[in-house]
């Protein structure tokens, strides 16, 4: 069984241009968590989303960011006119329906860390 | 959510027990402890999780506190590829996997 697959591995994009974040759950893991972690800062959660649906974006910058994970395939983390300020690793997590968080666990892909130039 | 307090760093012995503690005093009945480690260059990875009672599974021990306002992650023997940044999250019961995470605990494991 796969773990949660995180791709690119590295990214490296210019100031101004865009930036696209995949993330494939685990088999039968039917909710994605995006988090970021800033150079030496800890790890901030982002969006929290199900299929088709936005539960909560409450840790999204307002602007130049957005997240979907569509009915069939991926979630993306889309990042608009990327600035230095954008560079960090960005995690994604994975967690089957109906499981409450408190009682369960997240499994965490290895991230994609995002380099602008 | 409650806040966690840990030691900013620890070291370790390879084939030694180690005893990372966690204080979240102002935890509340439906809270579970929740911990998580981050190796180098990788993403969190839990280690354990309980809400009252001692909790052991093939990674770490969870100890917790009879008031609940303090916990231990015990590694019975640390090993080189132990060495990581532990995190100890609270999560409400009735919460999802918005998790909250702090500095943790760097720990060394010295050959």
């Known amino acids: 069984n796969a773990g949660v697959m995180q791709n690119p591995r590295h990214l490296v994009r210019r100031r101004g241009q865009e930036a696209r974040l995949r993330c494939s759950p685990m088999?039968?893991?039917?909710?994605v968590y995006w988090y970021r972690q800033l150079p030496e800062e800890g790890l901030k959660f982002m969006v929290y989303?199900?299929?088709?649906?936005?539960?909560?974006e409450s840790g999204m910058p307002k602007e130049r960011f957005s997240a979907e994970f569509p009915k069939e395939g991926p979630s993306i983390l889309r990042i608009q006119q990327v600035v230095r300020g954008d560079s960090a690793a960005y995690f994604c997590?994975?967690?089957?329906?109906?499981?409450?968080?408190?009682?369960?666990?997240?499994?965490f892909g290895s991230g994609t860390q995002l380099s602008v130039l | 959510d409650a806040k966690t307090t840990q030691p900013n760093s620890m070291e370790s012995n390879e084939e030694e027990p180690v005893h990372l503690p966690c204080n979240h005093s102002t935890i509340s009945g439906t809270d579970y402890i929740h911990w998580y480690r981050q190796l180098p260059s990788q993403g969190p990875e839990y280690v354990i999780h309980g809400l009252t009672s001692n909790v052991n599974n093939r990674m770490a021990s969870l100890a917790i506190a009879e008031d609940r306002k303090s916990s231990t992650l015990i590694l019975h023997r640390a090993t080189l590829r132990d060495a990581a940044v532990y995190y100890c999250i609270l999560i409400r019961g009735t919460s999802y996997g918005k998790l909250t995470f702090g500095q943790g605990t760097i720990l060394t494991v010295h050959p």
């Open positions: 088999k039968g893991h039917s909710h």
């Open positions: 989303l199900q299929k088709e649906n936005i539960i909560d």
């Open positions: 997590a994975s967690s089957p329906p109906g499981q409450g968080a408190a009682n369960e666990k997240l499994f």
